[in-house]
T-cell receptor, first 114, second 116 residues
């Protein structure tokens, strides 16, 4: 049972344009959401996160939006740059007194076209 | 910066061999995790450890075991490797905090295991 879903396996975007990556979840207990970025032959690196008490969090070119009623979050990258080409994973967790485990989605491969 | 080191980047093993994947973190983190990454399946949690000598099954523990004798080291063991365990294995660690913003895993570079 896939509790965190990324329905687009791949996405191509022109350099300078906005990239929008989507993620859906089914577990209503999830209260913290993260995005990770992964280059080939490297481990995932943390990008941005959002708590369920917020609906938006921004960090430079990256903004994450959370729609709790739709159980949907999205990552916006603007403007997109060639170095953004990577696989992006969304992840979610439910509060467990400091011992939360992260559930990851299947990933979206983003390709930025120069 | 937290460093998570996985000792082997690439391994090739034969079916039935016992395989050890080692992971060491240098920031005194309580929690450690083992995930595997497969195309189309994302990252799936195999086992995690809240603290020394503590372990808990993740979503796909079958065919694996773990060992955490010291806080900084978390080992993943494949008792009898099979071809369907060919994968990228990722270790991660995290400090325990009541602040939810600390709920961020730091990953190692990964160990790519091929079982022939």
């Amino acid at each position: 049972d896939q509790q965190v879903k990324q329905n687009s396996p791949s996405l191509s975007v022109q350099e300078g344009r906005i990239s929008i990556l989507n993620c859906d979840y089914t577990n209503s207990m999830f209260d913290y959401f993260l995005w990770y970025k992964k280059y080939p032959a490297e481990g995932p690196t943390f990008l941005i996160s959002i708590s369920s008490i917020k609906d938006k969090n921004e960090d430079g070119r990256f903004t994450v939006f959370l729609n709790k009623s739709a159980k949907h979050l999205s990552l916006h990258i603007v403007p997109s740059q060639p170095g953004d080409s990577a696989v992006y994973f969304c992840a979610a967790s439910a509060t467990n007194f400091g011992n939360e485990k992260l559930t990851f989605g299947t990933g979206t491969r983003l390709t930025i076209i120069p | 910066d937290v460093k998570v080191t996985q000792s082997s980047r690439y391994l090739v093993k034969r079916t039935g061999e016992k395989v050890f994947l080692e992971c060491v973190q240098d920031m005194d983190h309580e929690n450690m995790f083992w995930y595997r990454q497969d195309p189309g399946l994302g990252l799936r949690l195999i086992y995690f450890s809240y603290d020394v000598k503590m372990k808990e099954k993740g979503d796909i523990p079958e065919g694996y075991s773990v060992s955490r004798e010291k806080k900084e080291r978390f080992s993943l063991i494949l008792e009898s490797a099979s071809t369907n365990q060919t994968s990228m294995y990722l270790c991660a660690s995290r400090i325990v905090s009541s602040f939810s913003g600390a709920n961020v895993l730091t990953f190692g570079a990964g160990s790519r295991l091929t079982v022939l």
